[in-house]
């Protein structure tokens, strides 16, 4: 009778989304694995607890609709059994049609999991160079440190990249004057509604606007005309939004459309909108108010918004540098580095922006080292699928100019799509994304079947 082998540990360097899913997904297939985490021992000058899996910036993971590119990601990824997926509608709280999770209770349950189980070992330590001959997976992720990244650029001959991420404020819920703030999601009946809205008239735009424009920021010492070119699309800084045109907040994250203020019985000239940040209901932050203003300033000019002008802050806002590797240059699409297989990246540090994406990538690499440890073939997830079109993205050789990507249906550019003869032409758009996601359904359906 032959002699069972158990397979090597694995590595996994970095406890974010993507490390905390690739521990996971190793230790489900009965692989030993071995997690460093460099907090709080180092901190990053983002992160607040200590917690595995802590979300920074937003405790928003997008879109839960399944005609949204983020929505179909999320169904892709329960299909490969994604445990921070399972995590995060457990500790899901109202925000309309997006995932949202109280972000503590979903850091704390994860890091209670994974440091717990007895297939994996936790070092809580800074690493600053990767063992070379063991499998190991690096999701150190944006906000990795000097260190280990300058350890990386050498080591892997690529270009350091960046771009300029914000946070945004948390409000206290019993700080609010709830008599200016009316409850209700885009294009819901009045009276309902998770979001909570702060409804503001022509004036009140205007007046807030100007003194957003005149408040001080925090100055950033490489953050001149040439960085604000690196400024992510979906975490641009307020004041940034604003810079840009009297009515660009109107057109962004002040949007009304869709909503009814039940008050002066019409929509609002702009609204600023508030999502519950944790199950108590006792956190709200101000949704797409990410911003780099001194704290003093963030406080002076967000009480100007109805509603707010007694708010406490718990938490305010801040801009940091989020870092990325020029992964077409280096890493396969089975997210192994090219020359050097027996290292897999994951994770943000990739270049996939968002956290869904973060899990994505974190999963399929935890999976891939995982078959590697166990001597069966890696997985290439289909192209036609939003997660094998991340993937894709991340690992094409070709770039001009490799920018972070989230999930989107402008990934599937290279797809054909004909209307049937006599359709109107005004659906061409809708028929097109509806071809997408059905043709990215049946190509993961193949996919799952084929594991």
Excluded: W
């Excluded at 994604?82 to 979903?106: C, M, T």
């Amino acid at each position: 009778m032959s002699k069972k082998i158990n397979p090597p540990t694995v590595n996994v360097i970095g406890g974010g989304l993507a490390g905390s899913e690739a521990a996971y997904q190793l230790i489900r297939k009965g692989v030993k694995v071995r997690l460093f985490e460099m907090r709080p021992m180092v901190e990053t000058g983002a992160h607040r607890t200590e917690y595995l899996a802590e979300l920074v910036c937003s405790n928003s993971l997008g879109s839960n609709l399944p005609d949204r590119a983020s929505g179909l990601l999320k169904e892709e990824l329960r299909a490969l059994n994604s445990y921070l997926l399972e995590s995060a509608y457990k500790y899901r709280v109202p925000a309309g049609q997006a995932l949202a999770v109280d972000r503590d209770a979903f850091a704390r349950e994860i890091s209670r999991f994974i440091k717990g189980h007895t297939s994996l070992e936790f070092i809580n330590d800074e690493v600053i160079e990767i063992p070379k001959d063991e499998i190991t997976i690096i999701a150190t992720g944006p906000l990795t440190s000097p260190t280990f990244y300058k350890y990386l650029l050498e080591t892997f001959g690529v270009d350091g990249l960046k771009f300029f991420d914000a946070i945004a404020p948390v409000v206290r819920a019993d700080s609010l004057d709830m008599s200016k703030i009316f409850k209700g999601n885009r294009y819901d009946e009045e009276g309902g509604g998770d979001y909570l809205n702060c409804p503001l008239s022509k004036v009140e735009y205007q007046l807030f606007v100007d003194e957003l424009l005149k408040a001080e920021k925090i100055p950033l010492p490489d953050f001149e005309t040439q960085a604000r070119k690196s400024l992510f699309s979906a975490c641009q800084p307020v004041e940034e939004i604003a810079s840009t045109g009297v009515d660009s907040l109107r057109f962004g994250p002040m949007k009304p459309v869709g909503l009814f203020d039940p008050q002066e019985q019409r929509r609002p000239y702009a609204v600023v909108q508030l999502r519950q940040d944790n199950l108590l209901g006792s956190m709200y932050n101000i949704v797409g108010f990410q911003t780099n203003l001194k704290y003093s300033e963030q406080e002076r000019v967000f009480r100007l918004i109805p509603g707010l002008a007694n708010a406490v802050f718990l938490r305010l806002g801040q801009m940091h540098k989020n870092i990325y590797l020029n992964s077409p240059k280096f890493l396969t699409n089975t997210l192994q580095v090219k020359d050097k297989p027996n290292f897999f990246f994951g994770g943000q540090i990739t270049g996939v922006e968002g956290y869904s994406e973060s899990v994505g990538t974190g999963l399929l690499a935890g999976l891939n080292a995982g078959r590697l440890a166990l001597g069966k073939p890696l997985l290439v997830p289909p192209p036609e699928s939003i997660l094998g079109a991340l993937i894709k993205y991340i690992t094409f050789p070709d770039h001009k100019h490799f920018v972070p990507m989230n999930a989107n249906f402008g990934l599937f550019e290279g797809i054909s799509f004909t209307q049937e003869p006599g359709s109107d032409k005004k659906n061409e758009k809708s028929d097109r994304k509806a071809y997408i996601i059905a043709l990215a359904r049946k190509a993961f359906r193949e996919f799952i079947g084929s594991l």
